[in-house]
């Protein structure tokens, strides 16, 4: 029994190796993208119910416009990408499968120029076109096989039961330190095609880790200095972010 289930295992893993479409690198994969877009729509509402939007038209158009610009020149130009301001004071920015990416309005009033937005936005992209949730995933569900083989058929392996019950899951998954270099280095990447300066990368990041040591969650990680961004325009962006400060409350985040 115990041969069966390696070699059941074995076989699906060879059978779900894939190309990562970002890194160009061969890995397992049992999550085809349409069950990432899948995925990340009800995990998007849970969002929206438990976080909860920030209710600014203009703010949320103005993320939109900047993330389809920088997601336009990735790897996967067309999912259905979704960019949105929750309202959450926590230092944090978090991105789910299928094209979801969120910033949260204490981001917003911490950053001091769009470039620097640009590459926690596009960090935040590169988890998404690196497919690092899909991964694990993958790695998941090769791993629980012999505790629930006989719960899936071999025809069916690479498809999740239970799709619903586990899109809020998505959120919790942990990235290792491999897939946060990647996501950094994509992350630059995708602003510098977008036109946005990234050169001030270490000094972002040392300016993040201080922040980190006071926000109840990871930030992510940030860089860039202005590109046709004004410093007033990004203190109007500061202050229609904090605005709602006063009375909104803590809720819970979740980091990425």
Known sequence: MKRAVFLLVASAAVAGCARNPATGKNELMLVSESQ???????????????????????LQS????????????????????????????????????????YVTR???????????????????IGH??????AHAMSEQQVAGLGLAIGSIASSQIA???GVASQAMGVLFLKFSRDN??????????????ANYDSRQMINSRRSWRRRRQ????????????????TGSSMEQTRARASSGARSSTTRTSVSG
């Open 214 to 229: 006071t926000s109840p969650v990871r930030p992510s990680t940030a860089t860039g200095t202005c590109g046709g961004w």
């Open 62 to 101: 103005y993320l939109g416009d900047l993330g389809k610009q920088l997601a336009a020149t990735s790897e996967r130009p067309n999912l259905p990408w979704t960019f949105r301001v929750v309202d959450d004071p926590a230092v944090n920015a978090f991105a789910i499968p299928g094209g979801f990416v």
């Open 106 to 124: 204490g981001l917003l009033t911490h950053v001091t120029t769009e470039a620097e937005l640009a590459t926690v936005v596009g960090h935040e």
């Open 159 to 161: 498809k999740y039961a």
């Open 128 to 133: 998404v076109t690196a497919r690092h949730t």
């Open 36 to 58: 990432e877009i899948q995925l990340g729509q009800q995990a998007d509402s849970g969002v929206i119910a438990s976080i909860g939007l920030y209710p600014d038209p203009a």
């Open 180 to 193: 946060e270099n990647t996501a950094d280095a994509l992350g630059v990447r995708y602003s510098r095609r």
